[in-house]
């Protein structure tokens, strides 16, 4: 089974734009405080990036990302 975080992710790398927290926890099927923890850890880890625009935060992944999950099971 994938993980929240791994859902997040495959998420990401599917979207053509930044993404609102709300529009990943609706299509990761979590609560929206759920997918802001996990998005600000993996900011937190360099894997995505981030920028408030107004009330919405948006995440997208951060260019090279890959080089953290190196030797990672996939």
Known sequence: MIN???????YLKKADWPSTTEDIAADV???????????????H???VKYKKVGRQN?????????????GEKK
Do not use: C, M, P
Request: hydrophobic share 40%.
């Open 29 to 43: 099927k979590v609560s929206w405080n759920t997918a802001q923890v996990h998005l600000l850890k993996l900011l």
């Open 58 to 70: 948006q995440f997208w992944l951060n260019a090279g990302y890959e080089k953290y999950f190196k």
């Open 45 to 47: 880890e360099g894997i």
């Open 4 to 10: 929240t975080r791994q859902k997040i992710i495959d």
